[in-house]
């Protein structure tokens, strides 16, 4: 069993920076690829990003390249997720999420793809 905290969201203006954690309790934190995914107002959730179980590859929705980056620190047990040039589209709950498999970062954007632990979310607002 794996939990996931997110922490980090807030409020923030247009052009201004973020970054998101999400801590993962348990000893095998390594071998869980790990993504990002947001939900807006309204709207279905959707992918953000995901990095790979060794850091070796990471991959985004095309609305966030060059904008947000995923890393991951296996000492603290922690993924984060940088968000710069925040725009107001941006608005959501982002949820951490993890699968404990050899995924390449890649296949976790595909629409319905089962992970095995989701985090309760955290709070971005991006104001005009």
């Known amino acids: 069993q794996v939990q996931l905290v997110e922490s980090g969201g807030a409020l923030v203006q247009a052009g201004g920076s973020l970054r998101l954690s999400c801590a993962a309790s348990?000893?095998?934190?390594?071998?869980?690829?790990m993504g990002w995914f947001r939900q807006a107002p309204g709207k279905e959730r959707e992918f953000v990003g995901a990095?790979?179980?060794?850091?070796?590859?990471?991959y985004y929705v095309d609305s966030v390249k060059g904008r947000f980056t995923i890393s991951r620190d296996s000492a603290k047990n922690t993924v984060y997720l940088q968000m710069n040039s925040l725009k107001p589209e941006d608005t959501a709950v982002y949820y951490c999420?993890?699968?404990?498999?050899?995924?390449?970062?890649?296949?976790?954007?595909?629409?319905?793809?089962?992970?095995?632990?989701w985090g309760k979310g955290t709070l971005v607002t991006v104001s005009s």
């Open positions: 348990g000893r095998i934190f390594g071998s869980y690829a």
């Open positions: 990095i790979s179980r060794s850091s070796s590859s990471t």
């Open positions: 999420a993890a699968r404990q498999a050899p995924v390449l970062p890649r296949a976790i954007a595909t629409p319905g793809y089962a992970m095995d632990y």
